[in-house]
Protein backbone atom coordinates (compact mmCIF):
# COMPACT_ATOMS: atom_id res chain seq x y z
CA UNK A 1 0.00 0.00 0.00
CA UNK A 2 1.29 3.53 -0.61
CA UNK A 3 2.17 5.50 2.29
CA UNK A 4 3.95 8.42 3.86
CA UNK A 5 5.46 8.06 7.33
CA UNK A 6 6.68 11.04 9.23
CA UNK A 7 8.79 9.34 11.97
CA UNK A 8 9.17 12.14 14.39
CA UNK A 9 5.61 13.82 15.69
CA UNK A 10 7.31 16.91 16.91
CA UNK A 11 11.27 18.26 16.97
CA UNK A 12 12.66 20.98 19.24
CA UNK A 13 15.76 22.77 18.17
CA UNK A 14 17.27 25.75 19.38
CA UNK A 15 17.69 28.93 17.23
CA UNK A 16 20.65 28.78 14.69
CA UNK A 17 21.14 24.87 15.30
CA UNK A 18 20.57 22.51 12.58
CA UNK A 19 17.51 20.81 11.19
CA UNK A 20 16.62 17.65 9.92
CA UNK A 21 13.03 16.37 9.63
CA UNK A 22 12.83 12.75 8.12
CA UNK A 23 10.12 11.17 5.58
CA UNK A 24 9.97 7.51 4.26
CA UNK A 25 7.40 6.85 2.13
CA UNK A 26 5.97 2.85 0.51
CA UNK A 27 5.43 3.68 -3.29
CA UNK A 28 5.32 1.15 -6.15
CA UNK A 29 6.99 3.05 -8.58
CA UNK A 30 9.56 6.10 -8.54
CA UNK A 31 7.04 8.96 -7.03
CA UNK A 32 7.00 12.53 -7.38
CA UNK A 33 7.94 14.26 -3.86
CA UNK A 34 7.01 17.48 -1.84
CA UNK A 35 7.91 18.99 1.40
CA UNK A 36 4.53 21.48 1.96
CA UNK A 37 5.12 23.66 5.69
CA UNK A 38 1.47 24.84 7.86
CA UNK A 39 2.22 28.33 9.90
CA UNK A 40 -0.57 28.49 12.62
CA UNK A 41 -4.10 29.94 11.08
CA UNK A 42 -2.71 29.11 7.56
CA UNK A 43 -2.97 26.74 4.75
CA UNK A 44 0.16 24.65 3.70
CA UNK A 45 2.30 26.48 1.59
CA UNK A 46 4.93 24.13 -1.06
CA UNK A 47 8.64 24.05 0.17
CA UNK A 48 10.53 21.89 -2.36
CA UNK A 49 9.51 19.08 -4.58
CA UNK A 50 11.33 16.60 -6.64
CA UNK A 51 10.13 14.85 -9.67
CA UNK A 52 13.43 13.57 -11.41
CA UNK A 53 16.82 14.75 -12.04
CA UNK A 54 19.55 15.75 -9.33
CA UNK A 55 18.62 13.71 -6.02
CA UNK A 56 19.05 17.44 -3.98
CA UNK A 57 16.47 19.74 -4.53
CA UNK A 58 16.82 23.35 -3.02
CA UNK A 59 13.45 25.09 -2.13
CA UNK A 60 12.25 28.27 -0.15
CA UNK A 61 13.39 29.96 2.62
CA UNK A 62 17.09 27.94 3.00
CA UNK A 63 15.18 24.63 2.96
CA UNK A 64 16.90 21.55 1.15
CA UNK A 65 15.62 18.19 0.30
CA UNK A 66 17.72 14.54 -0.19
CA UNK A 67 15.59 12.04 -2.39
CA UNK A 68 17.48 8.42 -1.36
CA UNK A 69 16.10 5.73 -3.58
CA UNK A 70 17.77 3.30 -1.66
CA UNK A 71 16.49 4.46 1.66
CA UNK A 72 13.03 5.52 0.49
CA UNK A 73 13.51 8.53 1.89
CA UNK A 74 13.38 12.37 1.35
CA UNK A 75 14.41 14.13 4.35
CA UNK A 76 13.72 18.20 4.84
CA UNK A 77 16.89 19.98 6.16
CA UNK A 78 18.54 23.54 6.88
CA UNK A 79 21.22 24.49 8.20
CA UNK A 80 20.58 27.42 10.61
CA UNK A 81 17.09 27.37 12.14
CA UNK A 82 14.73 30.54 12.47
CA UNK A 83 12.23 31.18 14.81
CA UNK A 84 9.85 31.58 12.20
CA UNK A 85 10.51 28.49 11.16
CA UNK A 86 8.45 27.18 13.74
CA UNK A 87 5.68 25.45 11.94
CA UNK A 88 4.15 21.63 10.80
CA UNK A 89 5.88 20.26 8.09
CA UNK A 90 4.17 17.59 5.82
CA UNK A 91 5.64 15.15 3.50
CA UNK A 92 3.87 14.30 0.74
CA UNK A 93 4.37 11.92 -2.45
CA UNK A 94 2.17 11.56 -5.77
CA UNK A 95 2.76 9.57 -8.69
CA UNK A 96 4.77 10.55 -12.09
CA UNK A 97 2.95 8.25 -14.40
CA UNK A 98 -0.04 10.52 -14.25
CA UNK A 99 -3.02 9.99 -11.91
CA UNK A 100 -3.34 12.74 -9.56
CA UNK A 101 -3.70 11.33 -5.68
CA UNK A 102 -1.32 13.16 -3.71
CA UNK A 103 -1.01 11.26 -0.28
CA UNK A 104 0.41 13.14 2.64
CA UNK A 105 2.06 12.44 5.98
CA UNK A 106 0.73 12.87 9.28
CA UNK A 107 2.90 15.76 9.86
CA UNK A 108 5.89 17.08 12.13
CA UNK A 109 5.36 19.77 14.52
CA UNK A 110 9.08 21.98 14.90
CA UNK A 111 9.46 23.92 18.00
CA UNK A 112 12.68 26.62 17.91
CA UNK A 113 13.57 27.23 21.70
CA UNK A 114 15.59 31.15 21.85
CA UNK B 1 -6.14 38.80 -2.01
CA UNK B 2 -5.46 35.25 -1.65
CA UNK B 3 -5.70 32.81 -4.54
CA UNK B 4 -7.26 30.00 -3.45
CA UNK B 5 -10.13 31.52 -0.78
CA UNK B 6 -12.10 29.61 1.90
CA UNK B 7 -15.23 30.52 3.66
CA UNK B 8 -15.81 30.99 6.14
CA UNK B 9 -12.69 30.68 8.13
CA UNK B 10 -14.55 29.58 11.07
CA UNK B 11 -17.87 28.18 11.75
CA UNK B 12 -20.08 26.42 14.75
CA UNK B 13 -22.37 24.74 14.70
CA UNK B 14 -25.22 22.10 16.04
CA UNK B 15 -25.59 18.41 15.28
CA UNK B 16 -27.87 17.73 12.36
CA UNK B 17 -27.40 20.99 10.32
CA UNK B 18 -27.00 21.39 6.74
CA UNK B 19 -23.52 23.41 6.41
CA UNK B 20 -21.51 24.45 3.03
CA UNK B 21 -18.24 25.78 3.24
CA UNK B 22 -17.04 27.61 -0.06
CA UNK B 23 -13.88 27.78 -2.05
CA UNK B 24 -13.18 29.63 -4.77
CA UNK B 25 -9.84 30.82 -6.76
CA UNK B 26 -8.41 33.08 -8.88
CA UNK B 27 -4.99 31.10 -10.28
CA UNK B 28 -7.16 29.52 -13.01
CA UNK B 29 -6.46 26.21 -12.39
CA UNK B 30 -8.52 23.30 -13.65
CA UNK B 31 -8.12 21.03 -10.95
CA UNK B 32 -9.52 21.51 -7.12
CA UNK B 33 -9.91 19.28 -3.75
CA UNK B 34 -11.67 19.47 -0.35
CA UNK B 35 -9.23 18.07 2.40
CA UNK B 36 -9.83 17.88 6.17
CA UNK B 37 -7.44 18.05 8.78
CA UNK B 38 -7.56 15.85 11.96
CA UNK B 39 -4.83 16.02 14.88
CA UNK B 40 -2.01 13.19 14.05
CA UNK B 41 -3.49 12.17 10.76
CA UNK B 42 -2.18 14.94 8.15
CA UNK B 43 -4.78 15.88 5.27
CA UNK B 44 -7.56 13.42 4.06
CA UNK B 45 -8.92 13.76 1.00
CA UNK B 46 -12.77 14.32 0.88
CA UNK B 47 -13.29 14.86 -3.21
CA UNK B 48 -11.62 15.96 -6.06
CA UNK B 49 -12.70 17.68 -9.43
CA UNK B 50 -10.83 17.63 -12.32
CA UNK B 51 -13.24 20.04 -14.26
CA UNK B 52 -16.69 21.63 -13.63
CA UNK B 53 -18.53 17.98 -15.25
CA UNK B 54 -16.06 16.05 -13.25
CA UNK B 55 -16.39 14.90 -9.35
CA UNK B 56 -15.48 12.15 -7.58
CA UNK B 57 -15.53 10.89 -4.58
CA UNK B 58 -11.83 10.97 -2.41
CA UNK B 59 -10.82 8.50 0.48
CA UNK B 60 -13.34 9.38 3.15
CA UNK B 61 -16.53 11.13 1.05
CA UNK B 62 -19.10 9.68 3.50
CA UNK B 63 -21.57 11.79 5.09
CA UNK B 64 -20.50 15.54 2.60
CA UNK B 65 -20.79 16.11 -0.68
CA UNK B 66 -19.48 18.70 -3.38
CA UNK B 67 -20.49 21.07 -6.14
CA UNK B 68 -18.28 22.64 -8.82
CA UNK B 69 -20.79 25.34 -10.01
CA UNK B 70 -17.85 26.46 -12.38
CA UNK B 71 -13.74 26.17 -12.55
CA UNK B 72 -13.56 28.58 -10.05
CA UNK B 73 -15.71 27.33 -7.33
CA UNK B 74 -15.95 24.20 -5.67
CA UNK B 75 -18.41 23.86 -2.73
CA UNK B 76 -18.25 21.13 -0.11
CA UNK B 77 -21.69 20.32 1.66
CA UNK B 78 -22.34 18.23 5.31
CA UNK B 79 -26.02 17.38 4.79
CA UNK B 80 -26.67 17.04 8.49
CA UNK B 81 -23.32 17.43 10.49
CA UNK B 82 -22.01 15.29 13.11
CA UNK B 83 -19.70 15.78 16.01
CA UNK B 84 -17.29 13.74 14.40
CA UNK B 85 -16.95 16.12 11.52
CA UNK B 86 -15.48 18.80 13.54
CA UNK B 87 -11.84 19.61 12.18
CA UNK B 88 -10.04 21.58 9.87
CA UNK B 89 -10.96 21.80 6.02
CA UNK B 90 -8.95 23.28 3.53
CA UNK B 91 -9.36 23.32 -0.33
CA UNK B 92 -6.79 23.04 -2.77
CA UNK B 93 -6.09 23.66 -6.40
CA UNK B 94 -3.51 22.46 -9.08
CA UNK B 95 -2.92 23.02 -12.94
CA UNK B 96 -2.55 20.48 -14.84
CA UNK B 97 -1.82 21.73 -18.25
CA UNK B 98 1.74 22.49 -16.86
CA UNK B 99 2.28 18.46 -16.27
CA UNK B 100 1.07 15.33 -14.01
CA UNK B 101 0.65 16.13 -10.62
CA UNK B 102 1.75 19.35 -10.10
CA UNK B 103 1.98 20.94 -6.21
CA UNK B 104 -0.69 22.06 -4.61
CA UNK B 105 -2.22 25.14 -3.83
CA UNK B 106 -4.19 25.71 -0.68
CA UNK B 107 -6.73 28.23 0.67
CA UNK B 108 -6.28 29.26 4.58
CA UNK B 109 -8.77 26.56 5.77
CA UNK B 110 -12.30 26.58 7.91
CA UNK B 111 -12.19 25.80 11.58
CA UNK B 112 -15.15 23.72 11.60
CA UNK B 113 -16.88 22.85 15.27
CA UNK B 114 -19.87 20.71 15.73
CA UNK B 115 -21.64 20.48 18.64
Known amino acids: ?114 | DADVTQTPRNRITKTGKRIMLECSQTKGHDRMYWYRQDPGLGLRLIYYSFDVKDINKGEISDGYSVSRQAQAKFSLSLESAIPNQTALYFCATSDHRQGSNQPQHFGDGTRLSIL
Open chain 1, 1 to 114: AQSVTQPDIHITVSEGASLELRCNYSYGATPYLFWYVQSPGQGLQLLLKYFSGDTLVQGIKGFEAEFKRSQSSFNLRKPSVHWSDAAEYFCAVGPNTGGFKTIFGAGTRLFVKA
